[in-house]
């Protein structure tokens, strides 16, 4: 309790010259220039700590963040899970140094603590982590040659790609994924383009005890072009898990992905599609498998708080026979905890669904989100999945197709650069598939939270 209360005390100090900085959702992508320039030209000792000269061409940057949440669910997994009779508070904290020693080297260092109370099954692997670090690497960088750079980053880092449907930092749970990694990059004009090997890291409760996952491992190509009418991700993923799990049973996965992205907005649209098939085997099965998303939106940017209206669509593939040697599931690999809501009940594999959304600023720093999700098993032989890639109850023998609705409303208000605090309401009503499998109660979700980070 003391360190957490001495990182907020830090925090706090250091918060007038901080709100300088770019934070950017890794934090090892922080833009302090306007930090650096403040120190040189004589600004507070607060701004030289936040990126301070410690020697000839050796720079020291410090930050961190602070998460509190509060979040109730009533039925959980639609009353086949247990229920917190208070509901859950959670905290989030980390503390990072980034020390850079001349153009071409670096060293990154963070380390995060997360605890939950009130889980009346005791806390999950992405509730609570006592302390351990979520990036710890080294970095060599050819120069900051605007023209174009290479580099290579080796040891514990987090790893985010485009809208994080397939690789994510997983922002939402309390404990946030990060792995262990060898990653190269190069920049050039339009272009980024990174080739790395990954094993997640496998979250353990307590103090430095987390370690590389034994069973997982990813390797892939990932490019990305800004700029132009559209922007554009191209990939390519390879991923094994030996102890694999789906309805066909459990077994060793090898399963390579091929994916695209077309992103970008124009005059009042902005548009963000995903394209992915998957191959590859799981035990004798081959892996047959792919997926379709896309975001439309649209501004009116005429209108007392710009709403934006947007309409989500998206597909992934599920198994057509459980019986067969083909395997037609989707695997999302490491997508966001969120990737439907802060509800977090529902995971992106076997289904199609329409999901319509509304966002306006109601006042300067306080947007409104609402929208609507209906939600349908692709394949009637394949079950419905949780964002981890449980199953959510038993199969069965039903073949009905529509599973849930589910509404959500929530606000964020930014208080201040670096200020955030959150608020979500969500009800979900189980369809006919989740009813006839024994799940068959109303889900209903409130959560509340606030975070700095400086």
């Known amino acids: 309790m003391n360190v957490r209360a001495a990182w907020l005390g830090l925090s706090l100090l250091l918060v007038a010259d901080a709100a300088l900085a770019q934070i950017r959702p890794l934090r090892f992508d922080d833009d302090v220039k306007a930090q650096r320039q403040a120190c040189a030209e004589g600004g507070s000792r607060a701004a030289c700590w936040k990126d301070r000269p410690i020697a000839d061409h050796v720079r020291l940057s410090l930050g961190g963040d602070l998460r509190l949440r509060y979040e109730h669910t009533g039925n959980p997994r639609y009353g086949l899970g247990q229920e917190d009779r208070w509901g859950v508070l959670q905290q989030r904290s980390s503390i990072f140094a980034d020390l850079r020693l001349g153009e071409h080297w670096r060293g990154f260092a963070q380390l995060a603590s997360s605890y939950t109370n009130g889980r009346a099954a005791g806390p999950s692997p992405v509730d609570e982590n006592r302390l351990d670090p979520t990036n710890l690497f080294v970095e060599w960088q050819s120069g900051a040659d605007s023209e174009g750079r290479v580099g290579i980053r080796a040891g514990i880092q987090e790893l985010q790609f485009g809208s994080g449907r ?36 496998q979250n353990l409760p307590g103090s430095f005890d987390d370690v590389q996952s034994p069973t997982q491992a990813l390797r892939a190509v990932y490019a990305t072009r800004t700029g132009g009418l559209t922007s554009l991700d191209l990939y390519v993923l390879h ?48 892996i047959r498998a792919w997926s379709v998303a896309t975001d439309t939106g649209y501004t009116f940017g005429g209108v007392a708080g710009r709403p934006r209206v947007g309409l ?66 692709h394949s009637t032989r394949d079950g419905v999945y949780a964002p981890n890639g449980m199953l959510i109850g038993p199969v069965g023998d039903s073949r009905a197709r529509y599973v849930a609705t589910i509404a959500s409303l929530g606000a964020t208000w930014t208080l201040g650069r670096g200020w955030s605090s959150t608020a979500v309401v969500a009800y979900g009503k189980p369809g006919a598939f989740l009813r006839e499998s024994g799940a068959d109660d109303a889900l209903s979700f409130i959560s509340v939270g606030a975070q700095y980070r400086w």
Request: net charge negative; no cysteine.
């Open 166 to 201: 397939m690789i994510d930092a997983r922002e939402g749970p309390n404990v946030r994924r990060s792995f262990e990694a060898v990653r190269a990059y190069a920049v050039g004009g339009a272009w980024r383009v990174d080739a790395f090997a990954a094993a997640p890291r």
């Open 239 to 286: 991923y094994e898990d030996t102890v694999a799990r789906f309805v066909q049973g459990q077994a060793h996965e090898r399963r390579w992905m091929v994916g695209t992205r077309l992103f970008g907005d124009n005059a009042a649209w902005d548009w963000n599609w995903e394209f992915a098939v998957q191959g590859g085997h799981f035990g004798d099965a081959d």
């Open 312 to 377: 989500l669509l998206a597909i992934a593939s599920g198994d057509k026979n459980p019986d067969d040697d083909r395997l037609g599931t989707l695997n999302p690999i490491y997508p966001r905890g969120n990737y439907f809501g802060d509800e977090a009940t529902l995971g992106p594999r076997n289904f199609f669904n329409v999901h319509p959304a509304l966002s306006m600023q109601l006042a300067p720093g306080v947007q409104l989100n609402a929208s609507l999700d209906f939600f349908w098993r």
